[in-house]
């Protein structure tokens, strides 16, 4: 799997009340073999995971709360009945119907390149959607780095919550990242940056006025979409590779949205598809589309001049080459 480094000045600041306690446990043998088993449950004060762990109904990580997770944990979710009794909660507005972390307060799931953090299914016949997500509500200052994500329904989900997703690796999920902002107190604002999102169901969706940065990706065989931006989402998109997908970027019920410096080619439906419903513009100057002719250009985009009730994708001023810099560095 390709690895790559990229090092955040910023991420670990402000966190000395907690350096004392993470130094210490790497000093601690009191770890076993034997994978810690966590049942449906709400944490109410700091916690720490390492090691194996199973979760068996959903867990809440309550407001104020910080749980961090060492690196080289494997969190496996079991596959629990949909809204079953080892659910928190029936609320299907902001939640899954199989196993979730839910991340209230803080999480700082910060793995390294040898020693990566898994989050995955514990079936033995694994699926997309074996378990819900990893689910931040109304939570900031959170941290997922060099993370592993598989077999989730959509394996990071952020309903008004604020977060670095950096230098992890998505696969085997219905979809990757998801988010949407929706009268919540915090305003959802993720940045996704320097991470592998491939072989899902859909790669990064949002909406409802989350603003997320989403740079330095590789975004590559997902069935559907690579990314799907609706009902007012605006983002800054820039230096991805969004590649051999079903669909590269989808649109739906936004406006003045831009997206540039990106390499979108190859898509195997369209490299840009607007909804019905989506009769604003969309300005895609500056990105390179895999050739420079302009008719194959324009017959993988589809607008208004496929559908007059569509808005237009002006794609003129389009790099001559694929760009330099974009996608996960060499």
Not at 57 to 71: A, F, K, N, R, Y
Not at 135 to 160: K, M, P, Q, W
Not at 190 to 218: M, Q
Request: hydrophobic letters at 40%.
């Amino acid at each position: 799997m390709h690895r790559t480094v990229v090092r955040f000045q910023t991420i670990t600041a402000g966190l000395p009340a907690l350096a004392g306690l993470v130094f210490l446990l790497f000093f601690c043998s009191a770890a076993t073999a034997a994978p810690m088993v966590v049942e449906k449950s709400v944490l109410k004060k700091d916690t720490i995971w390492q090691g194996q762990v199973l979760v068996k109904g959903d867990v809440e990580v309550s407001q104020g709360v910080t749980l961090i997770i060492m690196p080289g944990t494997v969190v496996r979710f079991a596959r629990i009945k949909p809204f079953g009794p080892a659910k928190l909660t029936t609320d299907r507005t902001a939640h899954f119907p199989r196993a979730e972390l839910i991340v209230k307060g803080r999480l700082l799931a910060q793995g390294t390149p040898d020693a990566r953090i898994i989050f995955t299914s514990a079936a033995k016949d694994p699926k997309p959607a074996d378990w819900g997500a990893v689910n931040f509500l109304n939570s900031r200052d959170n941290i997922l780095e060099f993370c592993e994500f598989s077999y989730g329904h959509t394996s990071v989900h952020a309903h008004g919550a604020q977060m670095v997703i950096a230098n992890s690796f998505f696969h085997h999920n219905g979809v990757a990242i998801g988010m949407k902002n929706v009268k919540n107190a915090v305003r959802c604002v993720v940045s996704i940056l320097y991470n592998r999102i491939t072989d899902n169901g859909g790669g990064v969706l949002f909406g409802k006025g989350s603003t997320p940065t989403i740079t330095h990706n590789e975004i590559s065989n997902n069935k559907f979409f690579g990314i799907y931006v609706k009902k007012g989402g605006m983002a800054n998109i820039r230096y991805n590779n969004i590649v051999d997908n079903g669909k590269g970027v989808l649109f739906y019920a936004v406006k003045g949205f831009r997206i540039r410096d990106n390499n979108i080619a190859g898509n195997t439906d369209y490299n840009i598809s607007l909804l019905e419903g989506q009769e604003g513009d969309v300005n895609a100057r500056h990105n390179w589309w895999g050739t420079t002719d302009t008719t194959k250009i324009n017959n993988l985009i589809r607008d208004n001049s496929q559908d007059k009730s569509l808005g237009s994708v002006d794609f003129s001023d389009f790099t001559p080459a694929p760009v330099v810099g974009a996608g996960l560095p060499l």
